[in-house]
C-alpha cells in the first residue's frame, strides 16, 4: 500500500522587495515524484541546499507544493480539514535536539502530540510509557532534557512523535548535531521502530553510513531526484556519488579504488565484512593460478 | 609560539553535588608549525582543554607556559595570549554580528587596538585565505551558505594573527563538501602559514587524512599521543571508549587476521589500496 | 555549569507536599504570607513558626536548601532591620551616640525580619516542592475564570513553560558566545558605563540570532506535534483536587482561624511586659 504519493512536487521559495514585487525565486523541489510503500525505510541523501529537508516539510504539511500534489496515507496535503490528520500520520523528527522538546520533563515532553491530539489522560500515560520504551529512555522519564546527551534527546524527540502513533516517520537530518555514539543511537532506535513497528521511515541524512540498511535510497541534487535505488545499487556508482559530492564510506571507496587498478572485486561493496571476503576470494584464486 | 602544559587540572562545580573532574593531570607539549589532532567522545575534556590553552578557563591546579611563560602568574598577558592562540569555537558562525562580513572579520583586530589601515589589510587577508573574495565583503553573513559562514567566522580569528589555531569541530553540522572544503583550507593554511593547528573533532576519518599527531583524550585524560597509525594500532582500546580507528584499519587488521601479510599501519584510503595490492602481488 | 541550575528550583522527592495540588499550595502560600502582615503578635508567630515547622518537616526538603533563598534578601533585611531599630519612636531602651533604641523599634524590627524570612521559606517551600511545569499548570487552572475577560490564560501559561525549558539553554549560550568574543579580545569588563553597554553588542546581536532561530524551530515542531493552541486539548496531569487537598485546605483554614485567635486574644505581650 502506498502511503506516501507525491507527482511533479514543485516548491518555490519566492523572495519579494519591499513595493511587493518578485525579487528573485528559487525552486527549492523541482517536479519530484514520489512513491513509498508503507513500512519502507527510505533514505534521502544530498547536500545542504538540495532540496531535501524542503521535501520533508511537505510530508508532514508544514509546506504545502506550489505545484503538483502529495498524498499521505491517501489524504490530499492541500486540504486544510485533513491538515492535524496529515500531522498525526506523518510525524516528524527535526536536526536540532534542543528546538524541538517543548516538556521540562522527558515524560511531559512525550505527552505534549497526545495532549494536542485531545486524547484522554490514562492513554496519555500508556503511550508516553510505550514510546518511552520502544526508545530506550524509559528510565530518564523524570529527568530534565537540558541533562541529557543529543542523542538521548533525539530519542526523546523521536518518542514524542511515536506517542502520537503515526504511520510515517520523516527524520529531517536528526543526527547532524550529534557526536558518533549519538548517531548511532539514533538510527538503531529508528531501525528498531522499523522493524518491530512496521513505521514507514524516511530518513534525510547526508551521512552516507546511516543509509546502508534502507530499503530504497533516493538522491536528490538542487531540487532534483538524480538516483534511486537499493544502497547497493546507489553505492556501486561511485564517480557519480562523487559528482554529487556526497561521501561514500570508506570501504566502499578503497574498493572502488581497488577496483580502478585491476582488483577483482564486485560492485557496491558496503561493510568491510564483504570487502575482506571478497579480498579473501581474490588472494586465493591467484594462489591456484 | 610553543605551548607546554605541566600537571593541569580542572575541577568544576568543586564543593557542589555536581562536583566534576573534568581534566586529570594533562601533560602535552605543542610545538611550533606542527598538525594535531584533538579526539574524544563528548565529555571526553577536549573543549574543556582547549579553551585552557588560551586562558579562558582557569586551571584548578598545574601550569600553562607559553614560550616558557607560566600564563598563571600575576601579570601576565591574557589578551596577547587570546591573540596568539586562536580558539575557533563550535558552530562558531553564531557569534558573527555585524551588519557586513568585513566588518565582522574586523572586529578582533580592532580590539587589539591596530591602525585602521592595518585592520583592514588583515581582514582582506584573512578572507582570501579562507577562500572569500571582495564580492562577501558588503554581504550580510545572513545571506551566505552555512559553510561559508564559517569561513567567515574562521577568518575573524585568522584576522588576529594566531600563533596556534585551534578550531573545535569546524566540521560539525557541514555536509560532504562543506566539511572538505574547510578542512582543505585550514590545510592549507597550516602549511603555508606554518602555524599549529589543533583540529578537535570526532570522526577519526576526517583527522587521519590531514593530522601528523593525535591525541585521544578519555574521561579528561590523554589515553594516547602519537602519529595516526601508532594511535590506531589500539583500535580495539578505542572502541572502549567509544571511539573507531578509521574504516581502512578495520580492514588490513581483519586481513592480517586471516592470515595476510599485510602492514597494518595505514590511516588513509590511499595506504590501504597500496597496502592490500601489494599484500596481493607477494 | 549553568545547565545544573534548575530554574524555579524544584527538590524532587516523595512527600505528601510534593503530591499536593499546585493550586492548593499557591493558595497556601498566598494566605501564609497574607497572615504574617495582618495578624503581628507574638503567639501568632508562635502559631506560624509551629505551622512551618510542621510543613518543614512534610516537604522532605533539607533545611539548607529552604534557606538557600534568604541570602539573596540579607542586606534587604539588614536595611529593614536597622530602619525600624533606630528610627522607631517610643520608650528608650539603649542609646547609641546619636541614636536611640527603642522598645518599640527592637519589637518592629524584630517583626519584620521574622516576617522577611518567613516570607521567603514559605515561597521557596513552594517552589521546591513544586516543579515549574505544574505551577503553570496550577496558575493555568486557576486563573481559568480570567478566560471569561479575554486574558489568554492557556498562551500565557505555554510561554511560561517554555521560558522555563529555554532559559538554561540561552543561559548556556550567552556563556559560550561571550567566551568566543573574548576569543577575539573582546572585553565585557572594563571601561565606563556606557562603554560597557557598547562592549555588550557583540554579545547580545548574536544572542538575539539564537532566540529567533530556535523559537522560530520551536513553533514548526509544535506544529508538527498537532499544536493547535488550548482548544481541544486533553492534559496528561489534569488537575483535580483529591482528598488530601481538601484535607489541606481545612487545614490552612484552621491555621488561618488560629493565627487571628491568638493574635485577638492570647497577649504574651503583655505578659512579658513589653
Redesign the interface.
Known amino acids: 500500500m502506498k502511503i506516501i504519493d507525491g507527482k511533479n512536487l514543485k516548491f518555490e521559495y519566492v523572495k519579494w522587495n519591499e513595493e511587493g514585487q518578485v525579487e528573485s525565486s528559487m525552486k527549492a523541489v523541482d517536479g519530484v515524484n514520489l512513491d513509498i510503500e508503507a513500512g519502507d525505510f527510505i533514505a534521502v541523501l544530498g547536500?545542504?541546499?538540495s532540496g531535501k529537508s524542503t521535501l520533508a516539510k511537505h510530508i508532514n504539511a508544514i509546506l504545502l507544493p506550489t505545484e503538483g500534489s502529495l498524498y499521505v496515507d491517501g489524504k490530499d496535503t492541500r486540504d486544510e480539514s485533513k491538515l492535524w490528520e496529515i500531522r498525526q500520520t506523518a510525524g516528524m523528527v527535526f536536526?536540532n535536539p534542543d528546538n524541538q522538546i517543548i516538556g521540562t520533563i522527558v515524560d511531559e515532553d512525550v505527552g505534549f502530540g497526545p495532549e494536542n491530539m485531545g486524547i484522554p489522560k490514562e492513554e496519555i500515560w500508556r503511550r508516553v510509557e510505550k514510546s518511552l520504551k520502544a526508545v530506550g529512555m524509559w528510565e530518564y522519564r523524570s529527568h530534565s532534557p537540558n541533562k541529557l546527551?543529543?542523542g538521548q534527546k533525539q530519542r526523546v524527540a523521536i518518542a514524542g512523535v511515536v506517542a502520537m502513533q503515526p504511520k510515517c516517520i520523516v527524520l529531517d537530518e536528526p543526527t547532524?548535531?550529534l557526536?558518533?555514539?549519538?548517531r548511532k543511537e539514533v538510527i538503531q532506535t529508528v531501525r528498531e521502530l522499523n522493524r518491530a513497528e512496521k513505521v514507514t521511515v524516511i530518513l534525510i541524512t547526508?551521512y552516507m553510513e546511516e543509509v546502508i540498511h534502507a530499503d530504497k535510497v533516493i538522491v536528490m541534487d538542487k531540487g532534483k531526484v538524480v538516483m534511486q535505488g537499493t544502497p547497493r545499487e546507489i553505492f556501486s556508482r561511485v564517480e557519480a556519488l562523487k559528482h554529487y559530492?556526497?561521501?561514500v564510506?570508506?570501504?566502499t571507496?578503497?574498493a572502488h579504488?581497488?577496483k580502478q587498478?585491476g582488483?577483482d572485486l564486485p560492485e557496491g561493496i558496503l561493510t568491510?565484512?564483504e570487502?575482506?571476503q571478497a579480498?579473501?576470494k581474490?588472494?586465493s584464486g591467484?594462489k591456484l593460478r | 609560539m610553543v605551548l607546554k602544559t605541566e600537571h593541569l587540572n580542572y575541577i568544576?562545580?568543586a564543593g557542589?553535588a555536581?562536583e566534576k573532574q573534568a581534566l586529570k593531570d594533562i601533560n602535552l607539549d605543542i610545538p611550533e608549525n606542527q598538525f594535531i589532532g584533538i579526539i574524544g567522545?563528548?565529555?571526553s575534556g577536549k573543549s574543556t582543554l582547549i579553551?585552557h590553552l588560551?586562558g579562558?578557563i582557569r586551571a584548578t591546579s598545574g601550569a600553562i607556559y607559553a614560550d616558557g611563560k607560566n600564563i598563571y602568574e600575576d601579570g601576565y598577558d591574557k589578551?596577547t595570549l587570546?591573540?596568539k592562540v586562536?580558539?575557533?569555537?563550535q558552530y562558531?558562525e553564531?557569534?558573527?554580528?555585524e551588519t557586513d562580513v568585513f566588518s565582522d572579520v574586523c572586529?578582533?583586530p580592532?580590539?587589539?587596538g591596530l591602525c585602521t589601515e592595518e585592520i583592514e589589510e588583515r581582514a582582506r587577508e584573512a578572507l582570501s585565505q579562507v577562500g572569500l573574495d571582495h564580492s562577501y565583503y558588503r554581504k550580510s553573513p545572513f545571506e551566505l551558505?552555512?559553510?561559508q559562514k564559517r569561513r567567515v567566522a574562521i577568518a575573524?580569528?585568522l584576522a588576529?594573527h594566531p600563533d596556534v589555531l585551534i578550531l573545535d569541530e569546524p566540521t560539525?553540522?557541514?555536509?560532504?563538501?562543506?566539511r572538505d572544503e574547510i578542512l582543505d583550507q585550514i590545510e592549507k593554511l597550516q602549511k603555508e602559514q606554518k602555524i599549529t593547528v589543533l583540529l578537535v573533532s570526532?570522526?577519526m576519518?576526517d583527522v587521519a587524512n590531514y593530522v601528523k599527531r593525535i591525541i585521544v583524550m578519555n574521561k579528561g585524560q590523554v589515553l594516547y599521543d602519537d602519529v595516526p597509525s601508532r594511535v590506531f594500532e589500539h583500535y580495539q582500546e578505542l572502541e572502549t571508549v567509544?571511539?573507531?580507528a578509521?574504516?581502512?584499519t578495520?580492514?588490513t587488521q581483519?586481513?592480517k587476521s586471516?592470515g595476510?601479510d599485510i602492514d597494518t599501519s595505514v590511516t588513509t584510503?590511499?595506504e590501504?589500496?597500496q597496502a592490500?595490492?601489494k599484500?596481493?602481488n607477494k | 555549569?549553568l545547565r545544573?541550575i534548575t530554574l524555579g528550583q524544584y527538590y524532587p522527592a516523595s512527600s505528601v507536599l510534593h503530591r499536593l495540588d499546585p493550586r492548593v499550595k499557591l493558595v497556601a502560600t498566598l494566605a501564609f504570607i497574607v497572615s504574617l502582615f495582618a495578624f503581628g503578635s507574638v503567639s501568632s508567630y508562635f502559631v506560624a513558626t509551629i505551622a512551618l515547622a510542621v510543613v518543614i518537616k512534610l516537604s522532605r526538603v533539607p533545611f539548607r536548601f529552604i534557606t538557600k533563598g534568604l541570602k539573596a534578601i540579607f542586606i534587604l533585611m539588614l536595611i529593614t532591620v536597622i530602619f525600624n531599630l533606630f528610627l522607631t519612636p517610643g520608650t528608650p531602651v539603649l542609646e547609641v551616640w546619636k541614636f536611640t533604641i527603642t522598645m518599640e523599634g527592637i519589637r518592629t524590627a524584630a517583626f519584620m525580619a521574622i516576617r522577611l524570612i518567613y516570607l521567603i521559606m514559605g515561597s521557596s517551600i513552594m517552589t521546591l516542592t513544586t516543579t515549574p511545569n505544574d505551577l503553570t499548570d496550577g496558575m493555568e487552572k486557576g486563573l481559568g475564570f480570567l478566560k471569561v475577560f479575554h486574558v489568554p490564560v492557556h498562551e500565557i501559561a505555554m510561554m511560561m513553560s517554555i521560558a522555563l525549558r529555554f532559559i538554561p539553554i540561552l543561559m548556556d549560550?550567552t556563556d559560550?558566545?561571550m567566551?568566543?568574543?573574548?576569543?577575539?579580545?573582546?572585553?565585557f569588563e572594563s571601561g565606563n558605563l556606557i562603554q560597557k553597554a557598547k562592549n555588550m553588542?557583540?554579545l547580545l546581536?548574536?544572542l538575539f540570532?539564537?532566540a529567533f532561530r530556535r523559537a522560530n524551530d520551536l513553533a514548526m515542531a509544535m506544529e508538527a506535534r498537532g499544536y493547535h493552541g488550548g482548544e481541544g486539548r486533553t492534559k496528561m496531569h489534569p488537575l483535580e483536587y483529591k482528598k488530601t487537598d481538601k484535607t489541606a485546605y481545612v487545614i490552612l483554614l484552621m491555621y488561618l482561624l488560629l493565627m487571628f485567635l491568638t493574635s485577638r486574644y492570647v497577649k504574651i505581650e503583655t505578659w512579658l511586659g513589653f
Open positions: 547536500h545542504n541546499g536536526q546527551s543529543g547532524a548535531m557526536d558518533p555514539n549519538g547526508h559530492r556526497l561521501d564510506p570508506q570501504v571507496l578503497l579504488e581497488l587498478s582488483v568491510i565484512e570487502l575482506t579480498l579473501e581474490c588472494r591467484k | 568544576y562545580g557542589t555536581f567522545h563528548t565529555g579553551q588560551n579562558l589578551k587570546r591573540s586562536g580558539l575557533v569555537f562558531p553564531h557569534q558573527l554580528f572586529f578582533g580592532k580590539n587589539l551558505s552555512g559553510g575573524g580569528i588576529m560539525a553540522g557541514l555536509d560532504p563538501r562543506g570526532h570522526s576519518e567509544g571511539l573507531a578509521p574504516q581502512v578495520y580492514v581483519t586481513l586471516q595476510w584510503i590511499e590501504a589500496k592490500i595490492l599484500a596481493l | 555549569m545544573d549560550e559560550k558566545i567566551k568566543a568574543q573574548m576569543a577575539r579580545g573582546a572585553d553588542v557583540p546581536v548574536p540570532i539564537s
